[in-house]
C-alpha cells in the first residue's frame, strides 16, 4: 500500500526537545541531569488552580465547551485586562484555546493565505517558523544583527524589499528575553498599521519582566491580535490553556476553523484557569526565584565565556554567543549534556542563519539547580 508523505512534515525539528528528550533518556538511566533547556517552571501550578481542578473531578462530568471556551474564564480574562493593563477588552473578543500552540495555529490559518509573506525576528521561537512553513505561509525572518528586539525600521525595510502580509513579535521576548520599550512598540504598531501589515503580539511572557511594567500591545491598537497563555508565569504548561485576543472581525472565522480543529480547550483546565487570575502571591514568589536566578547566572555566564548577547529584561531566559567556545552549539550542547550532565538548548532553533555562535539557558529551574549547573559547567570548562 502507498504511503503518503505531505512536505509539511519537513519542518526543522525543535531541539529543544530533542535534547530535552535525550536528558530525560540520560536521566532515566540514573544520570544526574539538571536541565536548562526548555522554558518551563519547575513549579507546579498554584494551589487554587489545582484544588479547582480536583473539585471538578470528584463532580466526574468534564466535557466540551464552546469552542471560543467557558463564559466565566474568558470574563476573567477580560477583567485581567481591565485590572492589569487598564485596557478595556470585551470577553466576546477573547477565544479560550488550546496553549498557546493552537492559538498561533488558528491565528495564522483565519489571517493568512498560502504564499502570504510573515515576518517574524531572528532570533525568534521557532514553532513560529515551522507552524507558518508547514501551513505553505512564506516565513521572512528578520536578522536582528545586535539589536535587541524589533524596530519600526526592521519592518519597514523588509516591506519594502517585498510587501508583507503580517508581523509577529514577542516582548518579553523568547529565546534573548528582551522587551521591547512602550515607545519602539507603539511605534512599531503603528509602522505596521501604516503599511497595512496585520500584527500578532506574543505576550506570554508578560508579568514575567523584571525593569518594566507590561505593556499591551492592544493599549495601542485595539485591531492587534494578542496571543498569552498559563503556561509560564502561571506555572501550567502541562494544562495546555491559552488564550487570544481578536479584533471583532476574526472571532467568527477563528471560532469555526476551532470548532473543527479542537473543538474546545479542555474544560478541566479551563475551570481550573479560572482560579489563576488570584494567586499572585504565590506566583510572585516563584517570580521572585527567577529574579535570582537571573542576577546567579548574569554573573556567572560571562565569567565562564558565555557572553550575554541580548539583556535579560524578561522572560526566564539567558541568551548568549558562545563563539569563544565553539563554532558548532550544536555539537556543545549534546557534549555539555554527555559529558556535564547539564542540558540547554543550542542557537540553531532560534536563528538558522547565525544560531550556530549561540545557546540558550533557561533559569526556571530551582536556585540550587542553577548553582549546581554553572559549578559542572565550570569543572567541564576547566
Known sequence: MAIAISRRGDVEPFHAMDILAEANRLKAAGKPIVSMAVGQPSDPAPLAVREAAATALAGGRIGYTDALGLAPLRQAISAHYAE?????????????????????????????????RVAIAAPGYPAYRNIMAALGLEVVEIELDGAAYLHREHLRAAHAQKPLKGVLFASPANPTGAVIPQADLKALIEEAASLDVAVISDEIYHRLAYSAPDVTALGFDPDVTVINSFSKYYCMTGWRIGWMVLPEKLVRPVERIAQSLYISAPELSQVAAIEAFGATAELEAVKARYAWNRELLAARLPELGFALAAPMDGAFYAFCDVSRLTNDSMAFARRMLAEAHVAATPGRDFDPLAGHRYMRFSYAGSHDDMETALDRIARWLG
Open 84 to 116: 492589569h493593563y487598564g485596557v478595556d477588552v470585551p470577553a466576546a473578543r477573547i477565544a479560550v484555546t488550546t496553549g498557546s500552540s493552537a492559538a498561533f495555529n488558528l491565528a495564522f490559518l483565519a489571517m493568512f493565505d498560502p504564499g502570504d
